[in-house]
Nanobody, 119 residues
Framework: RVHLGESGGGSVQAGGSLKLSCELS??????MGWFRQAPGKERELVSM???????TYTDSVKGRFTISRDNTKNTLYLQMSSLKTDDTAVYYC???????????????WGQGTQVTVSS
């Protein structure tokens, strides 16, 4: 297991930017991702970066969010720009993303960080 500690959440006005960081307790060679869950909605996979460096984004954040990974610092990032009110959610860092029954999940999770975007 790996411990994940997120930081960087907060409140911002629409159009603003935030950068989330997720520090891992150790290096782990597996696909990493950011999930989010808004009130009353299901958890969704926002972005994922594979061990090969292949990156995917959910359609609603393409062109606005950028995922990156610094293996020298054991840290995963999510740069979020042009934020919208619909981006308001708790964001979770996840290690070893996998699919089960067509739904994404992960073996290890961070505690979550709140992102609130106001109009």
């Amino acid at each position: 297991r790996v411990h994940l500690g997120e930081s960087g959440g907060g409140s911002v006005q629409a159009g603003g930017s935030l950068k989330l960081s997720c520090e891992l307790s150790r290096y782990i060679n597996c696909d990493m991702g950011w999930f989010r869950q808004a009130p009353g909605k299901e958890r969704e996979l926002v972005s994922m970066i594979s061990t090969a460096g292949i990156i995917t984004y959910t359609d609603s954040v393409k062109g606005r969010f950028t995922i990156s990974r610094d293996n020298t610092k054991n840290t995963l990032y999510l740069q979020m720009s042009s934020l919208k009110t619909d981006d308001t959610a708790v964001y979770y860092c996840a290690a070893c993303v996998y699919y089960s029954g067509g739904r994404p999940s992960a073996t290890d999770w961070g505690q979550g960080t709140q992102v609130t975007v106001s109009s």
